[in-house]
C-alpha cells in the first residue's frame, strides 16, 4: 500500500538473510514490526545486532546502513515495514 509520501509492506522471510556484504540504504525512515517469528539485523555503524521477535518493533533512519543477519529457518518470520 502506497499513499503521499507512505508506503507499507508485509514481507515474509524463512531463513532469509542479506547478500555478503549487502547493505539497505535508503532514502525514507522505515518502522519495522516482526508479527510472526524472529531475525537479527546488523547495523553497520558500530557493527550493532539487534534481535527482533514477535511484537517487537524499531525505527530505523533513512541512510542508516543495515542488512538482515538471518531469519528463523523453522518458521516464518512476517514483517510490517512502514517507509515514511
Same mark, same amino acid.
Given at each position: 500500500?502506497?499513499?503521499?509520501? *507512505?508506503?507499507?509492506?508485509?514481507?515474509?522471510?524463512?531463513?532469509?538473510?542479506?547478500?555478503?556484504?549487502?547493505?539497505?540504504?535508503?532514502? $525514507?525512515?522505515?518502522?519495522?514490526?516482526?508479527?510472526?517469528? $524472529?531475525? $537479527?539485523?546488523?547495523?553497520?555503524?558500530?557493527?550493532?545486532?539487534?534481535?527482533?521477535?514477535?511484537?517487537?518493533?524499531?525505527?530505523?533512519?533513512?541512510? *542508516?546502513?543495515?542488512?538482515?543477519?538471518?531469519?528463523?529457518?523453522?518458521?516464518?518470520?512476517?514483517?510490517?515495514?512502514?517507509?515514511?
Amino acid at each position: 500500500m502506497q499513499s503521499s509520501g *507512505v508506503r507499507i509492506e508485509r514481507i515474509v522471510s524463512r531463513g532469509h538473510c542479506s547478500a555478503p556484504d549487502f547493505w539497505y540504504d535508503q532514502d $525514507e525512515n522505515e518502522w519495522v514490526l516482526v508479527l510472526q517469528g $524472529e531475525g $537479527e539485523l546488523r547495523f553497520k555503524e558500530g557493527n550493532e545486532i539487534v534481535r527482533l521477535t514477535a511484537g517487537m518493533y524499531l525505527n530505523i533512519p533513512a541512510h *542508516v546502513q543495515h542488512r538482515v543477519e538471518w531469519t528463523a529457518k523453522d518458521q516464518e518470520t512476517i514483517w510490517l515495514a512502514v517507509f515514511y
